[in-house]
């Protein structure tokens, strides 16, 4: 948990000890307390509580990057109601800083002008020793801090501007009719009230891995009867200690379960896992519905679902979006294809397991989708990278210039912790490099297959090939810097 470019006046979510991260506000510490030794920290202000406290950098993270991933996560009264106190404190900045911005249009332009001039070159002196605003106060941050904070989503606070509220709701609109013309449809997977009323059927998982645990978890959590299968079987037993049953083989999960769901890592494991010994196939009678979660290529994909098909079973390709945080938070996004009704059968684990799920027609299209998602992801991965050693070759600072990243259009939850991952040297696995590198090699193979050339991607797919040269195939996607500052 860390976030870049922190300063005080900046909303955060802070986490102390064993408590949930909580809502709060850097600001400047009282003169006579001082700072503790060791890691870099800020002295942080709890919504919603009297508490204040200095939390470590590396356990606070922004408030508007992660403010849906922790209301999922987090629930509780006492909670919401730290959510509901730093909503409103943010409106009533956006409005004393509207109000401000009408008083000042009574003042002529030259001294607008002057003004401006002499604020931008206060607060660029200030930044550039390294201080913050002068006139920091612990109750309320600076006008420039106010443009910050409107940059991210506000909730309740509506815009006066209708001309902007015409133009959403047109924005609306048209997704909506190109939706309906497609066939495409997207759910909202997010519990309400953080609640989820779980079918009654029977569920069965196989494959334990980075993604499967936090998508078990929160079955279980959300009240699904959860039967679990895994190759190697001691994975099984934290979640035998939470209610789950022990399925001997994938078979015997198919045939005690209405709905079985997978996430295996390759197309060969997922084929392997369907047509091996004791598989999903020998238990599939009439009825019996089975969905892949496994990124796979769509030739794989048809395979299992015309084998799944010919023995009177339904078939839905579900693979998912996301790493093994948004997994264990229930933040996935869900491309499915396939049998429409199953679909909607899998609705209370979908919203379970993730924040939205999609219908995408026929068996092939989400498998197509994922690995187009997933190889935007991986080029993009192989640049920041390509980037940051440039960086340091150049004898710039890879702080400052996450920093500048995190100030733009990239800034994101991504970006930040990809980037904190080379910055610190760990690359503990959220995202296996293996397994983007298939998804790039399965994306720049499709394109292959229909007359389509992938150059950017197949750029990308070398350099994680040589970063798996560098046996950093186990660990986290962000590892290709090692290849790149070869």
Request: aromatic share 6%; hydrophobic share 35%; proline share 5%.
């Amino acid at each position: 948990m860390a976030a870049a470019g922190l300063r005080v006046g900046d909303l955060v979510w802070g986490k102390l000890g064993r408590y949930p991260p909580w809502p709060g506000k850097i600001v400047n510490p009282p003169k006579d307390l001082k700072k503790p030794r060791g890691k870099k920290c800020f002295f942080v202000k709890f919504f919603g509580t009297e508490d204040h406290a200095w939390i470590k950098v590396d356990q606070l993270k922004s408030y508007h990057v992660h403010k849906e991933e922790m209301i999922k996560s987090t629930k509780g009264k006492r909670f919401q109601q730290a959510v509901d106190a730093v909503e409103e404190f943010i409106k009533s900045k956006v409005s004393a800083f509207t109000s401000s911005e009408d008083k000042n249009r009574h003042i002529s332009s030259d001294g607008k002008r002057q003004n401006s001039s002499s604020a931008e070159i206060s607060e660029h002196s200030a930044r550039k020793r390294g201080r913050p605003p002068k006139e920091e106060k612990d109750s309320f941050p600076e006008p420039s801090t106010v443009k910050r904070l409107v940059t991210g989503p506000v909730v309740g606070y509506k815009w006066k501007s209708e001309s902007c509220s015409a133009i959403i709701q047109q924005l609306k609109s048209t997704a909506e009719e190109e939706a309906e013309s497609t066939s495409i449809q997207a759910a909202d997977s997010t519990a309400t009230n953080g609640s989820v009323t779980p079918t009654d059927k029977r569920i069965g998982f196989l494959g334990l891995g980075l993604m499967g645990t936090g998508i078990v978890a929160n079955l279980l959590k959300m009240g699904h009867t959860v039967t679990v299968w895994n190759r190697t079987g001691e994975k099984c037993d934290p979640f035998l200690q939470e209610g789950a049953r022990l399925g001997r083989t994938p078979a015997e999960v198919v045939s005690t379960c209405d709905i079985t769901l997978s996430c295996i890592s390759d197309p060969k494991a997922a084929k392997d896992l369907v047509l091996g010994p004791s598989g999903v196939l020998q238990g599939i009678r009439p009825g019996k519905c089975y969905v892949d979660m496994s990124t796979v290529d769509p030739e794989t994909s048809t395979e299992i679902s015309q084998v799944i098909t010919s023995r009177g079973g339904r078939f839905l390709e579900a693979p998912v979006s996301g790493n093994r945080q948004l997994s264990e938070n229930g933040m996935l996004v869900i491309l499915a294809a396939g049998d429409k009704a199953l679909f909607d059968d899998c609705s209370s684990c979908f919203q379970a397991m993730g924040k939205k799920s999609f219908y995408l027609g026929e068996v092939g299209n989400a498998s197509k989708m994922m690995l187009i998602a997933n190889m935007i992801l991986g080029s993009f991965m192989a640049s920041v990278a390509e980037g940051f050693t440039l960086a340091k070759r150049a004898s710039q600072s890879q702080e400052v210039l996450l920093y500048i990243l995190s100030q733009g259009p990239l800034a994101s939850a991504f970006l930040d912790q990809k980037c904190q991952n080379i910055l610190q040297g760990s690359f503990k696995p959220d995202f296996l490099l293996k397994h983007i590198q298939k998804d790039l090699r399965l994306a720049i193979a499709m394109g292959d297959s229909i007359n389509h050339s992938t150059p950017m991607a197949a750029a990308a797919n070398e350099v994680f090939k040589k970063a798996k040269a560098l046996d950093q195939s186990e660990n986290d996607m962000s590892a290709v810097y090692l290849a790149c500052n070869q």
